[in-house]
Every structure is written in C-alpha cells, then in structure tokens.
C-alpha cells in the first residue's frame, strides 16, 4: 500500500496537469481522492500509539488457505507493527516515502530482494522533495547507494530514488545532485534495448521480462521511470549517450509506449492485459471479489473451503475488476488464462500504480513527436 501511495502521488506531481480530463486541480479530484484514501491510513497506522508503526494485519497463511469474499472473512484480523524494540527500518522508510510523496503532491511539486538501504533512501529522497530540509539530503549523500542495478519495483527503489533526485541537476541545475544523475542514466542504459550496456530481457513480442512473478509490475514502473526522466531531459534540453548510442527524450518515451501499447493489446496474443480493456482481456483474473458471487446474487455467506469451488471453477469471473492489470504473459509472450496461476494471473495496485502517470503522460503529449 505505501509503494502504490508513493507512485500515485508521484504520478500526480509529475504528469497532474494532463490528468482528469478538467482544469488542474478541479480535474485531480479523483486522483488525489486516490492519495488520500492510502495516506490516511498510513498515517493512522503510523500516529495510533506512540513509537510504532503498524506494517499489517491479518495471517497471510490462514488467508491463503481460504477462499472467501471480503465481507465473509472470518479468519484472524492478527495486526503487526513494528518499534524500536522490533525494528523494520525498510517499511518504515517506505512508509516515510508515501507520506511525504503525498505532501508533495498536496504541494504542487514537480538486484532483486527486499533490502533496507533502498527503501531508506527512497524515504530520504521523498522527504527531502517534500521538505527540502538540508538534513535529509545530508542523510541521502552519507547513505552511499551505489548499487547498479536494472530493476525497479516495490522491492528495490534505487533507481526510482535517483531519478527523482536527478532533477535538481537537471532541471535546477544544481551539480552537486550530478552523481544521482548518472546513475539514473546507469540504469536507463541498462533497459533500452538499443544501448550495448542493456542487461534486460524481452519478451519476441517486445515486453521487458524481469521476473517469472508478477512481471508486470516491473514493466509499469520502469515505463514510469522512462517516461518521468524523458520530462527532466525535455526540461533542460538534455541527452545523453550509452557508449556510442545517442539517448533523446524520444528514445525513452518511444519505448515507454511500445510498453504500455503491449499491456493495452498490442502484442501477440491481441490480450489486454488490463480487465474491461478491450474485448480480449483475462476472464479468470485470481481475485477473490472477482471470482466469487457478490452479495447480491448471493446474499449468504460463503465460508473458507466452501468459495474453493468457485476458485477451481473453469466459468469466468462474474464479476469484472474493471481496470485491473494483472501479472502478465512469460517470457515467450504466453499466457494461460488460468486463475490458480497467481503469478500471471493476479492483479495488484502496485501493478496499477505506476501506470496512471504514465499514462496521462502518452495520453498529454498524443501526436508529439516526444
């Protein structure tokens, strides 16, 4: 939840203005409405006793082992925080990060594994942008970071830290923010497929291909990156070059799109891999709600084993989760619209998160050129 609050707030600060369909900020109403909705609940995870956050609720394992709607569950509510006495320095830099990130927006300001050191730094580069307290961008240089890496996702922030802070070199002109620069041009280097640095995977229908999970997330946050950072570059009139391959605002917003156009249906299968999009999109999405009766087909309650019938049923989903991206197709562009298989098969709003701003970004600048 931090992760998603972080990019839709992100996406908000970056790309608001072609959002909404309306004159910013009347047409932000249902975007920051999104914002708030994780931000107060963070905040009261974070303010309901003195000295602790609470990280989560619920037992993931009793959960899995049941099939239920939402308003039928009745497995344990167990909740989880953590303190200084039980440290978890990395959701807590996370959760810094939504916070502050949701300010900015408020404001109007422009390797794989969880590992604190990322998360931390993400926390500090937020709240120095939404600050700009000289202490956070002393803890940001001492932190070091110097990590390379090609990946970004809710489970490594390095490189969505870098690109934020490289706008003050790009577009503020500050040198002192160069080194955040470069890295975040490492990174860009590392996923365009034209560069002779690049170490990331593609599908034969084109689609960056991280991980085996859920591999969508890497490709909505990665667009947001390049479609972010190709911003900065048109801001200051910047390029940059991997080896001897010229890099424009161009080449990242061009594959950026060829990213987004394959999740949407342009891709081998002709499969929108967002719900309700189109009409060719996943129809045994693994979603409780989405899979079960609603209540009002089925005002009975429907206990833990007995909603396994529905999850194993071959019937589609009765009910659409309009807008859901799901997990995605494997690395030969396959896939089994199959609702036992959680890994392609399973939506989540860190997937969704990211995407918004990318998309009021394509959809702001249809027709240019970059």
Known sequence: MAFTTTMLSWGVVEFGGRMGGGAAPAGLAAERAAVRWGADYLLRAATQSPGALYVGVGDPGADHRCWERAEDMDTPRSVYAVSAAAPGSDVAGETAAALAAAAADRGGGAGHGARREDELLWGAAWLYKATNNASYLSYLRSLGANDITDIFSSDNKFAGARVLLSRKSLVDKDKSFEPFRYQAEDFMCRVLPSSPFSTTQYTPGGLM???????????????????????????????????????????????????????????????????????????????????????ASHPGHIGCQAGFQYFMSSNPNPNILTGAVIGGPDQNDAFSDDRSNYSRSEPATYINAPLVGTLAYLAGSYGSSV
Request: hydrophobic letters at 30%; charged letters at 15%; glycine letters at 6%.
């Open 209 to 295: 291909f991280k991980q085996s999970s859920a591999n969508l997330q890497y490709v909505t946050s990665t667009s947001f990156l390049l479609t972010t950072y190709a911003k900065y570059m048109i801001s200051s009139n910047h390029t940059f070059t991997c080896g001897n391959t010229l890099v424009t605002p161009k080449t990242l917003r061009a594959l950026a799109k060829k990213q987004v156009d394959y999740i949407l249906g342009e891709n081998p299968l002709k499969m929108s891999y967002m719900v309700g999009y189109g009409t060719h999109f996943p129809q045994r999405i693994h979603h409780r709600g989405s899979s079960l009766p609603s209540l």
